[in-house]
């Protein structure tokens, strides 16, 4: 209490009672004699309507609802095992603008989040780049030169236009090198209709191990230059993309291994819910 | 059984380890605190963190609760309210400038949308007036010293009978008492400026 209303025995009697008084508890003749004072004592009396007052202020304002995100944020920074009921639909709260436009802005890309999250989509991705970067080779574009790149939209239909014409310049090429190829053949059998195949192309293909003759041979290679994305394609190492991919899933959701209780529980969080 | 009594049991299930227990027991008590660390704090993003670190606090500590010693609701509010108490101590200079730069912003975020709703079927005049009113009486709450605020938010905004604020606070239920009269009275004092200056 201030000082200056402990001016006699009454005032500080008054104090003593002032919470009970304002809370209506008081009854009888301490009642009585509290009110007599109020009325009467220049300083509790305006005191009384002072703390009155404030108590009916602060009674004013209501709870708040926290976030509909502050449970999973407790529980993955406490136990890393977040909750099946967190965030019930409707539940209303005072975000900050901030947190209005995350979730916003999940609203939106959970859902293709979640896509790309798929093992099936990382695979088709890790495709389309690869198969692209062969693409982008096989038309001579080297890394170096993708940092001297002009993005602008008249530059990049250039680039792109430049691009396709070296690669249907090179597949032109490619084809007619093997046509010319094929028809000197054609002209040696015609010529030497008996002869075994000539000594000399064998010595240049003593690394061949797949047994095939050397006809298929050719043609596997031109297949490989006419579509490298098959070829890329097949191969097992893209397959390794799917365990990464599940990974990054859990990681993330593994959030500050918490003190002993996690220890204890070890738990895992299961990650299907959240992105799924 | 009584609510004492679930909460105990609560309390020693997650002491074992069971997840769904602490779950429950955020679920709980996540919008008590998070209601004191936003009355005192000021702003949902400060009760928000605040309130984070009380869960870590409590996850870390819950193993020292001792149900024979008090209710868990007075444990609770202890360890708020020293966080809130270091989380004071730290932002004091920051906001000894911040009272020198004129009222605090993040006004809307005082309102609570469900608030806002309602408000809505109230009347436009009516409804600012009453937004304007609880606006104004937080930020006079943050005004009062901490010993004042805190006193008041867990009486009179958290229902917090004295002997347990007494034991939150560790002084004794005639200092509560009187804290609480002191702060009422104070912001009652605020208030009134305030709407001098408004008027
Ligand atoms: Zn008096």
């Keep these: 209490m201030p000082e200056e209303t402990k001016h006699g025995a009454n005032c500080t009697e008054f104090e003593a009672l002032l919470t009970e ?4 508890r008081l009854t009888g003749a301490q009642k009585e004699s509290f009110e007599a004072h109020r009325r009467t004592c220049g300083i509790c009396g305006p005191l009384f309507a002072e703390v009155q007052a404030g108590r009916e202020w602060l009674r004013s304002l209501e709870a708040v609802e926290p976030p509909t995100f502050l449970v999973h944020n407790i529980l993955a920074a406490t136990s890393g095992v977040v909750s099946t009921r967190v965030a019930a639909p409707g539940a209303l709260g005072t975000t900050p603008r901030r947190e209005r436009l995350r979730e916003w802005w999940d609203s939106w890309f959970a859902p293709l989040n979640a896509f790309v999250r798929q093992p099936r989509f990382v695979m088709s991705f890790g495709m389309i780049f690869f198969s692209g970067s062969l693409a982008l080779s096989a038309a001579g ?11 602008r939209p008249s530059s990049i239909r250039h680039a792109y236009t430049d691009a396709q014409i070296k690669v249907v310049k090179y597949y032109d090429n490619v084809r007619f090198v093997y046509e010319i190829e094929s028809k000197v053949r054609e002209l040696k059998r015609a010529a030497t209709p008996a002869e075994p195949a000539p000594q000399e192309e064998k010595q240049n293909h003593k690394n061949d191990t797949s047994g095939q003759p050397q006809e298929r041979q050719d043609r596997n290679y031109s297949r490989e230059q006419g579509d490298t994305v098959l070829a890329g394609l097949n191969g097992s190492e893209v397959i390794p993309v799917r365990p990464v991919a599940s990974d990054a899933g859990t990681a993330d959701l593994r959030i500050q291994g918490c003190s002993q209780p996690a220890a204890r529980g070890s738990r895992v969080v299961s990650n299907n819910r959240r992105f799924v | 059984m009584d609510e004492a009594q ?19 027991i955020v679920q709980r008590f996540h919008r008590r605190i998070y209601n004191v660390c936003y009355r005192f704090a000021g702003d949902a993003e400060n009760a928000q ?21 008090g209710a868990f609701m007075t444990w609770v509010t202890t360890i708020t309210r020293n966080l809130l108490v270091d989380h004071f101590r730290k932002t004091k200079s920051e906001r000894l400038t911040d009272s020198l730069d004129g009222p605090a912003s993040e006004h809307e975020d005082a309102q609570p949308l469900s608030d806002r709703i309602a408000d809505q ?13 609880r606006e104004m009486v937080h930020q006079a709450l943050q005004k009062l010293s901490p010993e004042l605020r805190e006193a008041v938010i867990l009486r009179d905004l958290q229902d917090m009978d004295y002997r347990e604020i007494a034991t939150a606070l560790r002084v004794p239920e005639g200092t509560v008492k009187s804290r609480i009269n002191r702060g009422r009275a104070e912001l ?12």
């Design chain 1, 21 to 24: 008084a304002i809370e209506g």
């Design chain 1, 141 to 151: 574009v080297k890394a170096s030169d993708v940092a001297k790149v002009s993005l």
């Design chain 2, 6 to 24: 679930v909460i105990g049991l609560l309390v020693r299930r997650c002491v074992g380890g069971d997840a769904a227990a602490w779950e429950e």
């Design chain 2, 49 to 69: 963190d605040l309130t984070q670190e009380v869960f870590i606090k409590m996850y870390r500590t819950l193993n020292t609760y001792d149900s024979g010693k």
């Design chain 2, 121 to 133: 079927s109230r009347g436009p005049d009516e409804a600012a007036q009453s937004r304007e009113t």
């Design chain 2, 188 to 199: 009652a004092r605020l208030l009134q400026r305030t709407y001098r200056q408004v008027i």
